[in-house]
């Protein structure tokens, strides 16, 4: 089945610094890549959608300039969250789809925690 | 755009018994809707799908009935075990092109035993 790969599975960094999440399709090649944010106990919140090739298109309120997201490649996505702030801290996770409803998989996702 | 209304946000039971989650869509073309299982800390895993041509699905104790019509659709798991506390997501979506599932916002199981 479709496997896809998060790195890392939990970062703890200080106030300011920056912070890159890796997601890969580990077989099969992913024409689009999601990020969602998840507060404990809370839904996931899409922050953005990216297609390999092209610029990610961000969900309403999140910040572009916070949030980079690169897709360079059709099996690997990573999302940067600059000047992190302790606010920033929560669990990040990627998916990557194929195209087809058959083809959407989450990635093992990220704890960050911001100090 | 799509908006998935998902209840109850908690919802307790006995070991054994029944639990039943409820979830309603807007977009009359959704047509993929599938239930996810996430527990503490973890990636949410595809527990059951149904599509829009087919209003019931059933595998082992989980099963899952789409009313068209009416825009809902729910979960129904038989013989609950405490292995089943997690929360649970519902989605829906468009299965042709580019599939952007919208999810709703959880429902949290705790089986007691």
């Known amino acids: 089945g479709a496997v896809v790969s998060q790195h890392p599975s939990w970062v703890i960094c200080k106030s300011g610094t920056s912070v890159k999440i890796e997601c890969r399709s580990l077989d099969f090649q992913a024409t689009t890549m999601f990020w969602y944010r998840q507060f404990p106990k809370q839904s996931l919140m899409l922050m953005a959608t990216?297609?390999?090739?092209?610029?990610?298109?961000?969900e309403q309120g999140v910040e572009k300039d916070k949030f980079l997201i690169n897709h360079a490649s059709l099996t690997l996505s990573t999302l940067t969250v600059t000047s992190a702030h302790p606010e920033d801290s929560s669990f990040y996770i990627c998916?990557?789809?194929?195209?087809?409803?058959?083809?959407?998989?989450f990635g093992s996702g990220t704890r960050l925690t911001v100090v | 755009g799509e908006n998935v209304e998902q209840h109850p946000s908690t919802l307790s039971v006995q070991e054994g018994d029944s639990a039943v989650i409820k979830c309603t869509y807007s977009d009359s073309a959704s047509n993929y809707f599938p239930w996810y299982k996430q527990e503490l800390g973890k990636r949410p895993q595809l527990i059951i799908d149904i599509r829009s041509n087919v209003g019931e699905k059933k595998d082992q104790r989980i099963a899952v009935t789409l009313n068209k019509t009416a825009k809902h659709f729910s979960l129904h798991i038989t013989e609950t075990q405490p292995e089943d506390s997690a929360v649970y997501f519902c989605?829906?979506?468009?299965?042709?092109?580019?599939?952007?599932?919208?999810f709703g916002r959880g429902t949290s199981l705790i089986v007691h035993p």
């Open positions: 998916s990557a789809s194929s195209g087809s409803r058959s083809g959407y998989t």
């Open positions: 990216s297609n390999e090739g092209s610029k990610a298109t961000y």
């Open positions: 989605a829906a979506g468009r299965s042709g092109g580019s599939y952007i599932p919208t």
